[in-house]
């Protein structure tokens, strides 16, 4: 279940991911499957070679990638999602959704 985000941020990630940038979207987002995961986070870019290239520098498989048919993206969530936000340098939402990490 997601919850904790309003309809600007998801159409301004929305946009980005439509012109081929990496746009990062996260929300609190409960589901049994991860327990102690409060939040997940939306790495998304409409050019799948793009996205590829860009989740290998973390690690993560293009098997991974969500393929949506509009908004293709990789779903991030736990300690990787916290060293990539920090990575990217992603203040806001690391701050909202995890303000112990700094």
Same mark, same amino acid.
């Given at each position: 279940?997601?919850?904790?985000?309003?309809?600007?941020?998801?159409?301004?990630? =929305?946009?980005?991911?439509?012109?081929?940038? *990496?746009?990062?979207?996260?929300? &609190?987002?409960?589901? !049994?499957? %991860?327990?102690?995961?409060?939040?997940?986070?939306?790495?998304?870019?409409?050019?799948?070679?793009?996205?590829?290239?860009?989740?290998? =520098?973390?690690?993560?498989?293009?098997?991974? *990638?969500?393929?949506?048919?509009? &908004?293709?993206?990789? !779903?991030? %969530?736990?300690?990787?999602?916290?060293?990539?936000?920090?990575?990217?340098?992603?203040?806001?939402?690391?701050?909202?959704?995890?303000?112990?990490?700094?």
């Amino acid at each position: 279940m997601a919850f904790g985000i309003d309809r600007n941020t998801l159409n301004k990630w =929305k946009r980005k991911v439509d012109r081929g940038e *990496i746009a990062f979207l996260t929300h &609190y987002w409960l589901d !049994d499957r %991860f327990p102690g995961c409060t939040s997940v986070t939306k790495v998304g870019c409409n050019n799948y070679e793009q996205l590829s290239e860009w989740g290998s =520098k973390y690690g993560l498989r293009e098997e991974w *990638i969500h393929r949506d048919e509009r &908004y293709p993206h990789f !779903d991030l %969530f736990g300690d990787r999602q916290k060293q990539i936000l920090f990575a990217e340098e992603q203040w806001d939402q690391l701050e909202k959704f995890h303000p112990s990490t700094k």
